[in-house]
């Protein structure tokens, strides 16, 4: 809702839309038309007539540019596609009700309405619906935008609406509303209104630290509730006065967007924002191989990610083979991993780790992980000449010097890796010296306790790999 409250309920109406659907126009204006798997934002026209679509176009272009300039949206631009809908209205504005009941009637596309003294503004949702359908079905944000000089908005589910009004910048409205309409936040300022208060993002009336669900933003010298006082005018706390309540409920921080106009996002509100773009979208944008099933790849073989990054980059890439850590970076090559058995799971997690997001529970949010499952199967498919021969394969461990039997003559440098039961690697070589059936290489600075190893032996030409058992005595 915008501020200060309005005092009508709000009010909904019939709107005939039957053989309206093919009107409007979409036009694509920011982020990669390609990508079709980023967020979709969508403003609609309302109030504009024919020959006010460069109007439309401009105030657009205004609300884009600064709500792409403010937080959180500037550090996730490359996540959104922007799109406008222009949809021309027979008249221009929108119809007033005045307090005398009288009606000061415009002929819009959406039939936008203020009420009286309400700043809220009502439009025909079913309509906006079906011109989302017809335009851009998997819409995620939209905004009604309505071509009035009065101030107004409002939230109508996941419909943001708002004026060109003249007394404060329509910019600063569309991120008010759209904390609502798109990231869920409550209004965070005290004055009465109809609306109940409820347990929210931003909003609570608990008070005891450890069930204050922001806690982990506030700092243990900051008492709860915090005092409105200077000392605590840029920290996360508890203050009292929000959702149309003076007392008993209670807001993050002293000021936020979510509580008057021309005031930044507190950080429990940048952070709710910043877990709903990642509901929205995958960090993961591409995969290579991009089929995820790999059978008897060459060990030459890389798996890479490539990510929809935010501004600066705090994506992480973590790999895992059969849920043992295995690296980290964009790329993989499958010649680095020890895999106990001849199938295994290669897994890609990507997260961000962005310093705006504390809350654990939003953190899970943020991350995407792709997997790859890798067989490799003996005999069949691969010319089994040119393999190691991994069924008399063995390893042995004496005097601090690792034999391994079994090696082809053709399997020319030999690499080898161990790796203890907990898969920790604890030895990685090069055979020293290669018999004709054999392999053998020193372990410096051995201390192998006894127990079970997985060896894994490296043959580089052709690519192949082999694990085998090894059982050093106590
Ligand atoms: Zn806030």
Known sequence: MPFPRPLLPVLTFLWLSTGLLADGMLSHIRGNEDDTHLLNMVIIAEGYTQSEEQLFADNVTHIVSAVFDSVPYKHYSAFFNVWKIFVPSNESGATHVLPDGTTEARDTYFGATYYSSSRVINIDKATVYDILAEHIPDYDLICVLVNDKDYGGAAHGDIAVLSMNISNDPSMVYLHE?????????????????????????????????????????????????????????????????????????????????????????PVCIEAHIKQIYRHVSPVKRIQPDITTLENPPDTTTLSVVTRAPEPNTLTITWYCDGREAGSGSKLQLSGLSPATEEYVVKAVVRDTTAMVRNPAAREVLADSVSWRVKITTGTGAPVRRRIAEQELSATLHNGALLIRGLQRDADAVRIAVYNARGTCVFRGTAVERLRQSALTTIPGMNMSGGLYFVTVYGAAPPVRSVVKMVVAE
């Not at 931003?202 to 709860?224: C, F, G, H, M, Q």
């Open 178 to 266: 759209t904390g609502h309409a798109f990231a869920g936040l409550a209004d965070e300022y005290e004055s009465a209104y109809s609306m109940s208060p409820r347990e929210m993002y931003n909003v609570t009336a608990k008070t005891a630290r450890n069930e204050i669900s922001w806690r982990v933003w506030i700092l243990d010298e900051t008492p709860v509730p915090t005092p409105e006082a200077t000392d605590y005018i840029s920290v996360v706390g508890l203050f009292e006065g929000a959702m149309y309540q003076e007392t008993g409920w209670y807001r993050p921080m002293l000021y936020c967007q979510m509580r008057s106009n021309y005031r930044r996002f507190c």
